[in-house]
């Protein structure tokens, strides 16, 4: 049976929220949510959060949760989720990001299924904009399209498609920062150099596609948040409280 684990990468360090991890949402901290969701995934051998600060690790730990401390010096999540996994038996990892405290266990099951049974080296998730409650044109909301087989062409912060008058209408879809791996596929992703496209836009998942790599892209339909700022957080911490009413 393959091996599954999800890690959550989480620094103190953000320049747009600093300490983010730590950040309330309805009285429990946004890792604590995040790794308690991921949890509710039945499929994970191991659920990790990694990250370089001993205020994140000394939290996780006290909620009973598992931590691994990693280098300061990492370029993306990504980076620091391969140092993270050394030692650890598995063949599979999912990536679930510390700032994306609500996307739902069958969206994770849904990604590994496609995994396994794909094939795929990498893989990752994306809802459509009239479903997700997001602002296509922030570039804080990451844009995916797709081939007809499902495979991204291109991520971007920039509005694509571009819907030029006249053109045929193609549904604008919004990138969940969740991204799945082959192990070998992994330890080769972090060997590559940061790619130019990565970094103009900012998005890890571009070093792959620059090197050549497929990345399967599920269409999900529920409404999560990227948490990005403390506007966001707020915005959280209302879709969380509306989750718990219903």
């Not at 049976?1 to 309330?24: D, H």
């Not at 992994?186 to 497929?214: D, H, I, T, Y």
Request: aromatic share 8%.
């Amino acid at each position: 049976m393959t091996k599954i684990i999800a890690v959550i990468p989480a620094r103190y360090a953000s320049s747009r929220f600093p300490g983010k991890p730590l950040a309330l949402i309805a009285g429990v901290s946004m890792i604590q949510r995040c790794y308690e969701n991921t949890r509710k995934c039945s499929r994970f051998d191991q659920v990790i959060v990694a990250t370089d600060d001993q205020r994140i690790y000394d939290h996780v730990t006290s909620f009973g949760g598992k931590a691994v401390m990693t280098s300061p010096n990492h370029q993306t999540g990504t980076d620091r989720i391969a140092e993270a996994i050394q030692g650890i038996d598995a063949e599979l990892i999912v990536n679930v990001q510390g700032d994306e405290p609500m996307i739902p266990a069958d969206v994770l099951e849904r990604l590994i299924d496609a995994m396994l049974e794909s094939k795929a080296d990498m893989g990752t998730a994306a809802v459509p904009f009239d479903e997700a409650g997001a602002d296509p044109n922030s570039p804080n909301a990451v844009k995916v399209v797709v081939d007809k087989r499902g495979f991204a062409l291109y991520f971007s912060r920039s509005l694509i498609p571009f819907p030029r008058q006249g053109g045929v209408p193609v549904e604008p879809m919004l990138h969940w920062g969740l991204y799945a791996y082959t192990r070998s596929f992994l330890e080769q992703f972090v060997k590559w150099p940061q790619s130019p496209l990565e970094m103009c836009e900012k998005l890890e998942q571009l070093r792959a596609l620059e090197n050549g790599a497929r990345i399967m892209v599920i269409k999900a339909h529920h409404r999560s948040i990227g948490v990005d700022t403390p506007e966001d957080l707020a915005m959280a911490e209302k879709l969380f409280l509306e989750s718990q009413a219903k």
